[in-house]
């Protein structure tokens, strides 16, 4: 399923419309809330709970949104669900997908981060986050899509959700969180080399990595090219030069 046209027409907020200063913690409902009354379509990512329930968090840890100890996926959905975010109203605890879905209720676009369940974008674990979220998508009105760093995720998509449009997030992989994956490994997903065999349909690059040539070549096919994250308006002209959208956070393009 192609992409619907709908995620470039408008910049995406990273995470949902957050604003820690505000209350307004990423991924939270009250930052999806804010997405939907100023018309941006959102950007969150899911990891998954204990008893497969797909749950709208970044981290693979609670520590740094929580300050809790331990793994989201070590928690089932209900105790999630009680863990009150860090500098938040204590309403404010960690959503289900399907909760994230009823707030924005269609109004506006919905694009799903898969994060990688291996810890170095390989095979294993492949097909539980994945079904959480098909399953959790069922019945969705309004342009909704899904992507992630690992290719696996994608090709998953592609053989058991055909109609659900997927993407490949990447970037240069210099980052030293990637030590984990072998250097060979790191030189292929940075030039997309899996792009096709895995029948993604369009691609989320970092904005720090541009310019690349392996992206180049996928605009020139007419491939869709979101980036990743511009947090000033003086990083949105570089970007549009090698993007057809930005997604961004902490300032309102």
Same mark, same amino acid.
Request: proline share 8%.
């Given at each position: ?13 990273h ?49 740094? *949104?929580? !300050?809790? /100890? @331990?793994? $989201? ?11 009150? =975010?860090? +500098? ?26 898969i994060?990688d ?19 959790? *998508?069922? !019945?969705? /009105? @309004?342009? $909704? ?11 998953? =998509?592609? +053989? ?51 310019p ?40 309102r393009?």
């Amino acid at each position: 399923m192609p992409l619907d046209p709908a995620f470039l027409a408008r910049p995406v907020a990273h995470r949902a419309l957050h604003d820690r200063a505000a209350g307004r913690i990423e991924n939270s409902r009250a930052a999806l809330r804010a997405a939907v009354e100023a018309g941006y379509p959102v950007e969150i990512d899911v990891q998954p709970s204990a008893d497969g329930i797909a749950m709208v968090f970044h981290d693979e840890d609670l520590k740094r *949104l929580t !300050g809790r /100890e @331990g793994r $989201v996926s070590d928690l089932t959905a209900a105790e999630l669900g009680r863990i009150p =975010l860090l +500098d938040a109203p204590p309403e404010e605890t960690i959503p289900t997908l399907s909760e994230a879905l009823e707030i924005l209720g269609g109004k506006v676009p919905l694009l799903v981060e898969i994060k990688d369940q291996s810890g170095h974008m390989g095979p294993e674990g492949i097909g539980v986050l994945e079904a959480a979220v098909v399953a959790a *998508l069922k !019945g969705h /009105e @309004g342009p $909704v899509a899904a992507m992630s760093f690992n290719p696996h995720s994608v090709a998953w =998509l592609r +053989d058991h959700a055909p109609d659900l449009a997927r993407g490949l997030v990447s970037y240069d992989y210099k980052h030293p969180d990637e030590a984990a994956i072998p250097p060979e490994r790191r030189a292929r997903l940075a030039a997309l080399e899996d792009f096709d065999e895995i029948g993604a349909e369009f691609v989320s690059y970092g904005a720090k990595s541009f310019p690349s040539a392996a992206l180049s070549a996928l605009r020139r096919r007419g491939v869709p090219v979101l980036c990743w994250t511009i947090r000033s308006y003086t990083d949105i002209p570089f970007a549009s030069l090698h993007a057809d959208q930005i997604t961004f956070e902490g300032f309102r393009p």
